[in-house]
Structures are given as C-alpha cells and as structure tokens.
C-alpha cells in the first residue's frame, strides 16, 4: 500500500480511500497503521462527503 506509505512520510494524518480496498489495511507494518487514519467511502457522494467534514 504505497499511497498510505508515502502520505504517512509526508505527514498525513488522514487518508480518504475506498472501501474496497479495506483488506489492504492488514497488509500495513503496525507502525504505519497506527500514524494515520484511513476513513474508507463507498461512493463519489459518499467520499465528497466526508472530505468535507475535515
């Protein structure tokens, strides 16, 4: 999971992702996993939505 990898080195501490890819989260080292947090969207709507709540 590059993306979270390279947002994480850049200081992120949240990342917006879809729900689909919600397996990849186990594949982080548990470092990584607990630097950000990954709020997962199901939709277009559903990511606007919530990118709009931070």
């Known amino acids: 999971m590059g993306v979270v990898e390279a947002a994480a080195d850049e200081g992120c501490k949240t990342i917006l992702m879809p ?12 470092e990584m996993a607990t630097r950000v947090t990954i709020i997962f969207y199901s939709d277009a709507r559903d990511a606007l939505l919530k990118a709009s709540h931070d």
């Open 19 to 30: 729900v689909s890819i919600r397996k990849q989260r186990c594949d982080l080292p548990d």
